[in-house]
């Protein structure tokens, strides 16, 4: 979901809910059982219009309401000092040729903000590579004011193709997440010996026994394989196991008592189906 839609949609939700709320709180207000007012104001002008009175005494027009300057929805975050950098900017890029098409999504942001190409958070890597050059280039990272950082920005590198405006707060947070990437690549760096020494370590290969036989065998001596047993006489086994269970629970099933028998006697009292004969 885009801005745009998703200003209108909380458009609509504040409309209902100031809608809702006048027919509970507001004496005398008209409940006309859906959410489309400004039907009742067109119906409202046109009665007046032709018959000269109000059809509905209480009701007041949308355009009766002032116009103030309390915005809703989307709500400009810039200051003044990063307007005008901004503006200086666009302006040296307008002498250079026009300014490249927005899309529709970010053209809204520039429309509800008021500003020629909207601020954008660090996203591609120009605007990396040119962050890192840009604070590396400024005094120690824990002094860089991200207020001033910005409007310098705005001011000299924004390009509105690669390099957007940007505000404080992207700073704040691209700094940081710069600094953690600064700190890893130190800690790499400061490892080197180690890792050297480590790689040496594992290259080396032991040294063969003159008095051992040169072959590519393990030479770890390993246990004896566990005996396997006879797969036919597991089958059968498992055979008569099973049939033992199944003929216990149909003798259960069929009332008999077989508690306390033991298998060996059921299988003489019942005998499994196709079980070998047993010599005598």
């Known amino acids: 979901m885009g801005m ?6 909380l458009a609509e939700k504040r409309h209902r809910h100031n809608h809702r709320v006048s027919e509970k709180r507001r004496d005398g207000f008209l ?23 109000f059809l509905f005494p209480n009701w007041s027009n949308s355009s009766e ?8 929805d989307v709500v400009a975050l810039q200051s003044k000092d990063d307007q005008d950098a901004l503006k200086e900017r666009c302006q040296e890029l307008e002498k250079e040729g026009p300014l490249p098409k927005l899309t529709r999504e970010l053209q809204f942001q520039c429309n509800a903000m008021g500003t020629p190409l909207p601020f954008l958070p660090f996203s591609n890597d120009t605007e990396r590579i ?21 409007v310098h920005w705005n001011r000299h590198f924004v390009d509105g193709i690669n390099i957007w405006p940007k505000l404080p707060v992207h700073f704040r947070t691209y700094i940081r997440k710069w600094e953690r990437g600064q700190r890893s690549k130190d800690l790499f760096k400061s490892c080197k010996s180690g890792r050297d020494k480590l790689a040496e370590l594992n290259s080396i290969k032991p040294a063969a ?6 072959n590519h065998s393990n030479s770890i001596p390993l246990p004896a394989p566990m005996p396997q047993p006879d797969r ?10 099973l049939e033992t269970v199944s003929l216990e629970l149909f003798l259960q099933r069929q009332g008999r008592n077989v508690g306390g028998m033991s298998v060996a006697r059921m299988l003489l009292v019942y005998p499994a189906r ?3 004969a047993r010599r005598v």
């Open 274 to 276: 196709n079980a070998p």
């Open 232 to 241: 036919q006489r597991c089958t059968i086994s498992s055979i008569r196991l």
């Open 130 to 150: 040119k962050c890192s050059t840009y604070v590396q280039d400024l005094s120690p990272i824990k002094n860089i004011d991200d207020k001033k950082a910005a």
């Open 31 to 53: 409940k006309i059982g859906h959410y489309d007012t400004w039907e009742v104001d067109e119906l409202q002008l046109l009665v007046y219009k032709n018959r000269g009175f």
């Open 4 to 9: 745009e839609m998703s200003k209108n949609l």
């Open 65 to 72: 309401y002032v116009t103030t300057e309390e915005s809703f």
């Open 209 to 214: 026994s003159a008095s051992a036989p040169q």
